[in-house]
């Protein structure tokens, strides 16, 4: 992964994709995602990847208006001028959870950009959209075009921001019960200038699709969401979140290791938003190596959540 880190600091030539797509021209995993990635990995923050992508990451937060920090968006904002707010709005968004995850919090520049988006997130809690953000668009349902809700990159960059959630503790209070609802089923598009896309990065509440034994569909998605909710001390306001974690717990064993009955591969992440923190672990031939990543998730979100762990 390192090896694909072009001088420019970037990977892929793109900031924001988390797998090669042919429609939006994408060839590779993208910059942020490769950067957040190693963060997970532990790379050491001193060493040359995070050099070279810390600058490009903070030219991000900026208003720099060059069209070159549009990357994989500059062809549609070129087409159609009104795609370039949404479009430096995400980037800026993801270009702060990255940072943020990175050990920036403290960086004016940062928190700056910090503040802002938490403007936009809770201009929009305290607002009549929170509870009806759909206009209908023809046969599709649309998000309302002033709506801005949480994304999983600036909920991703208020929970490594533990002062900026104590600086807005009622908003993050807002935040926090405003996800731990559940999110809505019905699929629907967002009006980007004049074309319409299925969004990957909101969250409209708790996304975890669970059956009646708390059993998530996408696992790594649940850990993920999970995580983030112990970070920012609202999952016990999450109820198909807590009840996931229970179950997951319960087929621990003693040493805390997640060992499952009949595991015969790897649980598969079905969003690629997940693709920075799953797996990390990439050798799955052994029923142990299957469970490492899991148990580690688990182990995180305990720590996280003040349980005393004894590590044998």
Known sequence: MVKKQKETGTWGGNLLGLAP?????????????NYRRLLQLEWPRSGRPFKLADRVLYRLLSRDDDPALL????KQVKSDPDAELWARGIIREAASAA?????????PRL????????????QFLRSPLAEKPFVKAGKQM?????????SWYSVAMLAAMPNLRRERAGFTERLGHYLAQPAPKKPFVIQVGKRTLRPQHLLLG??????AKGFPKDLPLALHYIELMSRMGALSWAPV?????????KDCDENGVWRPKNLRSQPKALNKITYHCYP?????????????????????????????????
């Open 142 to 150: 649309a998000l309302h075009p002033e709506a801005h809700p949480p």
């Open 280 to 312: 990390l672990h990439l050798d799955a031939k052994t029923a142990e190596s299957r469970e490492v990543d899991i148990t580690f998730r688990l182990a995180l979100i305990a720590k996280l959540l003040g349980w005393h762990l004894d590590y044998a």
């Open 99 to 107: 940072l943020a995850e990175a050990g920036f919090a403290e960086d």
């Open 21 to 33: 797509s042919a429609p939006q021209g994408i060839r590779d995993v993208g910059t942020i995602p």
């Open 71 to 74: 990357f994989e968006f500059q």
């Open 111 to 122: 928190r700056g950009a910090g503040h802002k988006i938490a403007n936009a997130v809770s």
């Open 206 to 211: 708790d996304p975890i699709e669970a059956d």
């Open 241 to 249: 979140a807590t009840r996931v974690l229970g179950r997951l717990l």
